[in-house]
């Protein structure tokens, strides 16, 4: 980088990142164990009833910002492409029964962010998305990175 700041051949990149929040309910239980062992792994998550979260997801894109508009992304394309890839399939679901995704993957949150990753790629332009960062509580936090 310059001392004016700009990246490789005058250009400039930056990362842009929207959040989102949405509520569902799931059930730690792998098919792979007896219910015993999911018991003994999951805890009180392996409830039959199912347990509760409100997450929040901070999507983050990266690119050169385009020197006629001046943002790397339009902000309200994002809002978009969030709302159909994390909005409307998981807000208000309970994410074994309702998202066939997880009908044979445990909806842990690490799984959980696979798959914004994966529905966030089918509306972004290739190689714009640098991150999904999924807030399952405060405490607990999945950075995913399609690795």
Known sequence: ?????????????????RLVS???THRLHSKCLS???????YGKCNNPNGHGHNYKVV?????EIDPVTGMVMNMTDLKEYMEE??????DHKNLDLDVPYFADIVSTTENVAVYIWENLQKFLPMGVLYK?????TDNNVVVYKGE
């Open 132 to 136: 999904v960062k999924v807030y399952e």
């Open 1 to 17: 980088m310059s001392a004016a700041g700009a990246g490789v051949g005058g250009r400039r990149w930056a990362r842009l990142s």
């Open 22 to 24: 949405f509520s569902a």
């Open 59 to 63: 999507v983050t894109v990266h690119g």
């Open 35 to 41: 219910n015993e062992e999911n018991l003994k792994l």
């Open 85 to 90: 890839a994390i909005m409307k399939p998981l």
